[in-house]
Protein backbone atom coordinates (compact mmCIF):
# COMPACT_ATOMS: atom_id res chain seq x y z
CA UNK A 1 0.00 0.00 0.00
CA UNK A 2 2.55 2.56 0.82
CA UNK A 3 4.26 1.95 -3.01
CA UNK A 4 0.59 3.18 -3.96
CA UNK A 5 -0.21 7.07 -5.23
CA UNK A 6 -2.45 8.59 -3.01
CA UNK A 7 -3.68 10.99 -5.67
CA UNK A 8 -3.86 11.16 -9.64
CA UNK A 9 -3.14 14.80 -9.05
CA UNK A 10 -0.30 14.69 -12.26
CA UNK A 11 -2.80 13.57 -14.63
CA UNK A 12 -5.06 16.37 -13.78
CA UNK A 13 -2.87 18.71 -14.39
CA UNK A 14 -1.57 17.04 -17.43
CA UNK A 15 -5.12 16.98 -19.47
CA UNK A 16 -5.59 21.09 -18.24
CA UNK A 17 -2.32 21.47 -20.38
CA UNK A 18 -3.92 19.71 -22.75
CA UNK A 19 -6.86 21.19 -22.79
CA UNK A 20 -5.50 24.27 -22.89
CA UNK A 21 -3.38 23.99 -25.85
CA UNK A 22 -6.19 22.32 -27.93
CA UNK A 23 -8.27 25.85 -27.15
CA UNK A 24 -5.76 27.51 -28.21
CA UNK A 25 -5.01 25.81 -31.77
CA UNK A 26 -9.02 25.62 -32.03
CA UNK A 27 -8.92 29.24 -31.78
CA UNK A 28 -6.21 29.45 -34.43
CA UNK A 29 -7.90 26.98 -36.68
CA UNK A 30 -11.42 29.02 -36.35
CA UNK A 31 -9.84 32.74 -36.73
CA UNK A 32 -8.13 30.78 -40.36
CA UNK A 33 -10.86 29.65 -41.11
CA UNK A 34 -12.58 32.95 -40.83
CA UNK A 35 -10.39 34.75 -43.12
CA UNK A 36 -10.07 32.11 -45.69
CA UNK A 37 -13.88 32.67 -45.63
CA UNK A 38 -13.49 36.53 -46.48
CA UNK A 39 -11.15 35.74 -48.98
CA UNK A 40 -13.76 33.69 -50.78
CA UNK A 41 -16.06 36.56 -50.48
CA UNK A 42 -13.79 39.41 -51.85
CA UNK A 43 -12.70 36.86 -54.69
CA UNK A 44 -16.31 36.18 -55.58
CA UNK A 45 -17.30 39.84 -55.38
CA UNK A 46 -14.42 41.01 -57.43
CA UNK A 47 -14.99 40.61 -61.57
CA UNK A 48 -11.63 41.53 -62.28
CA UNK A 49 -9.70 39.03 -59.98
CA UNK A 50 -12.33 35.89 -60.82
CA UNK A 51 -11.58 37.47 -64.81
CA UNK A 52 -7.67 36.79 -63.57
CA UNK A 53 -8.03 33.67 -62.23
CA UNK A 54 -10.11 32.30 -65.17
CA UNK A 55 -7.81 33.00 -68.09
Do not use: H, R, W, Y
Amino acid sequence: MSNEPKTIGGLFKDLECELQNLSITLQAFIEIMVKIAQIDEIVKNNKDFTSIITT
